[in-house]
Nanobody
Framework: QVQLVESGGGLVQAGGSLRLSCTAS????????IGWSRQAPGKQRELVAA???????NYADSVKGRFTISRDLAKNTVYLQMNSLKPEDTAVYYC??????????WGQGTQVTVSS
């Protein structure tokens, strides 16, 4: 089992920045990939960014160049630095961890609202 706790959401004006944090606990050594997804009202959940055990990263095209995923292994924490935010980035952001042969674990979500 993996437990994920997110923080850092909030309200920001367009062009502003936010940093989300996700702290993992439990069977951390079994995590293969950890990342962030988001879900806007009326839309499907989509992957935003992810980082693998080896440190490789990938991003949705819509956030490339604006968002950066990073991690602090000592703190078991993954960050999502979001710059140049747009109103269309408004969504609930979820941290998710994939454990091979087991499945995906999700955090409770944190709201990000970008005003125009």
């Amino acid at each position: 089992q993996v437990q994920l706790v997110e923080s850092g959401g909030g309200l920001v004006q367009a062009g502003g920045s936010l940093r989300l944090s996700c702290t993992a606990s439990g069977s951390i050594v079994s995590i293969n990939t950890i990342g962030w997804s988001r879900q806007a009202p009326g839309k499907q959940r989509e992957l935003v960014a992810a980082i693998t055990r080896g440190g490789s990263t990938n991003y949705a095209d819509s956030v490339k160049g604006r968002f950066t995923i990073s991690r602090d292994l000592a703190k078991n924490t993954v960050y999502l630095q979001m710059n140049s935010l747009k109103p269309e980035d408004t969504a609930v952001y979820y941290c998710n961890a994939n454990v091979i042969y087991v499945g995906t674990f999700w955090g409770q979500g944190t709201q990000v609202t970008v005003s125009s």
